[in-house]
């Protein structure tokens, strides 16, 4: 299933007015750069207490000095709006369900999806359970943004709102709150849940083929593909309580109506982070045993969409003078919208974040009649409660949003299923919607200044649930998996489960104490990559859906033997291991292939670029570009006419070892297909069939003469603003969106350019920033970000950094006030003032 963008539909009297009015407008210089911020001279500050320093480098990046943690919050909202206050806006009238104010009733089914989840709504309710400082910290966050917002209207915030302006759209924003910034931690968690899409797909799958082919598309995990994250050594296996899970059967019912309207649902939610099975990361910790400096070496990135602007903000926060009172000296990657850092390094310690994969979600049958529900033998009442959605252009919208005690139902905004009676349901049950204090967590972060602070930091960060891994300036490197983590009392998460027996709720949570961790192994490093965390040792049951480790094997693999070479390992080596783009589906496929006698001429031009192709998925191979059209037709030829369109092979991972399976048994059922009655194919035929429809493919695509033929090209990236980038109006779209950019890599492989083979080859998924921490000199940091800090379109920041990370590049990331001072392009001062409006 695939989640959709934010798609704006234009009615055509409003193209019309649009196109006949773009050129005198949104064009013109005035128009695009009047929202272009200043960044030397000063302004002034409702609430500051000390004038706050921001200095900027040649690619715009801020370093903020301040005398207080109020007063550095305050800075870094100010900073945020500068630069991308529409990326703000946008997020959170998405976490809030507010898209149809903005965009009109083309939103409506997105918005209802997150009111049905209630992101803002469990972000209200985690206001008060946070630290005092915490909310001190968002409040003056939001003071700083609300500071850059007085005095300014309409196409002043971003050329964005003089385009909302011109369609009559609100170009109005409204002042940033604290629940702003908390709401877009339900985005984050939403976008990193793990395998509730599997989930669902299993299930319906099964309601069409027997289970055991449904198994076989979802094979067990093998560590002689990816070794787990930590070793058997650091497990204890005996449970600590009665808190296990069970496995479990999957249990159907006769729910597959119900099934099918929550599947709708989920495909309504908003892709924020990413869009797909590609979502995750890659990162590793080397300690100094190991590298050039004799101390540690920290690599991290995330995969991410492609958006424009990136996911990211670079950024420094700096207390002029560190202590108890004012604990900040932090560098790394934000969130626009929420104040702190969430990936980087302080003076004393570095932290990086992969995506754990733990099952988080769990989708529960349920028996119901009216607005009553099955628990337990006793039908009882549900919750309910309504939600009006506002519709620019149009009525409001009222829906009814119906839970049970497993959560809100999915299925209902189905009317076909709402409407039945007596039928079935489906609840989610989703951590991320019981109140939580990760908000705590990222703060402590920030300040922890060694193994244990770290700990203490990780034990609040509830959602969604990530490996930590970790190194210090004292040559310690450490791995902790936090998260707020079900125990079920039956099931395993795979399929789902009936809610009215109360046998599969769930029991409690992993207790923190007992979640995987280590510090300093023995090897020398640690490799995290979505691979599951730990063997079968472990007690308890973190999931069932982890990466099958392509990603985690590889970069093992490279590390092991730069250090078994004698190589002492530095930043450019993590950033060569950041940039591999060597295939595991070329291994598994290519043997095969191989053993294929290439014809003379035409079709076997193919087939003899791979005859001395080294697996590589470099952006100018014409072996690579015709080896991923050999891959893509495999699976559709294999699978496409046994699955339906919607559960088709997106072709990472998990689709490398189904098909790694399948190759060893040629007759499998899976290779027939059942659309051909006179001929009963087997593996030999369809891979014959798929290299001579690559080779047509290629043909129509990049021209007869293989060996021009390019990966790139067929791979290319498109950055796209996710509003009025996906408009379908030319001129809109190129005011916004940048690109196509040739890139190598793919899914599943190191540097993971990921592509959906259900849809095409273009790139859907990136490695949205690249760091690497020197922990022995802090300054010989290296970071790179997938565009720019800036978030207005031609602003010299929009795309600065596309072409270096597209390469390799990367950029000091500088972190001591010297070497900001020395490379300091920019100043701007924030100034108090005793009002709350700025002076004349």
Known sequence: MTRRRIVISFSVVASLVVLALVAATVLSVWSVRRAFPDYDGRDYVPRLTAEVEIVRDEHGIAHIYADTPEDLFRAQGYVHAQDRFWQMDVRRHITAGRLSELFGADQVETDTFVRTLGWRRTAGQELPLIRPETRRYLDSYADGVNAWMTGRSGGEFGVAYTLLGLLGGDDSPEDWAAIDSLSWLKAMAWDLRSNLEDE???????????????????PEWSADVGEPIVDDEYVDPTPPSELVGMDGQPVLAESVPALRAAAAQLDAAPALLGDGPGIGSNSWVVDGSHTASGTPLLANDPHLA???????????????????????????????????????????????????????????????QGDTYLSRGSWVPMETREETIKVAGGDDVTITVRSTAHGPLLSDHDERIRDVGDEYAVALRWTALDPGRTADALFALNRAHDWASLRAAASTFEVPAQNIVYADVNGNIGYQAPGRIPVRRAGDGRYPVPGWTGEYDWAGFVPFDELPNMLNPSQGYIVTANQPVTSDRYPFLLGADFDAGQRAGRINELLAAAIESGEELDADTMVEIQMDTHSAAADILMPYLRELEAPSGYYGDGLRLLDDWDHAMDPDSAAAAYFNAVWRNVLELTFHDDLPEQFRPHGQGRWFEVVRELLEHPRDAFWDDVNTDDVVEDRDLILIAAVREARDEMTVRQGKDASAWEWGRLHALTLTEQTFGTSGLGAIEWLFNRGPYDVGGGPSIVQATGWDAAEGYETVWVPSMRMIVDLGDLDASRWIDLTGVSGHPFHEHYHDQTELWRTGGTLPMRSSEDAVRDTAEHTFTLVPVDTETRPP
């Open 200 to 218: 669902i797909t299993r299930a319906l799958l099964a309601a069409e083929l027997p289970v055991e082919r449904v198994e076989q598309l979802y």
């Open 306 to 368: 492609p958006t424009m602007p990136s996911t990211w903000y670079q950024v420094g926060l700096h207390c002029r003078e560190v202590s108890q009172a004012c604990p900040f000296d932090v560098t790394g990657y934000s969130f626009a919208g929420l104040p702190g850092v969430v990936i980087g390094h302080n003076q004393n310690v570095a932290w990086g974040f992969t995506n754990l994969g733990a099952d988080v979600t769990d989708l529960y049958l349920e028996q119901v």
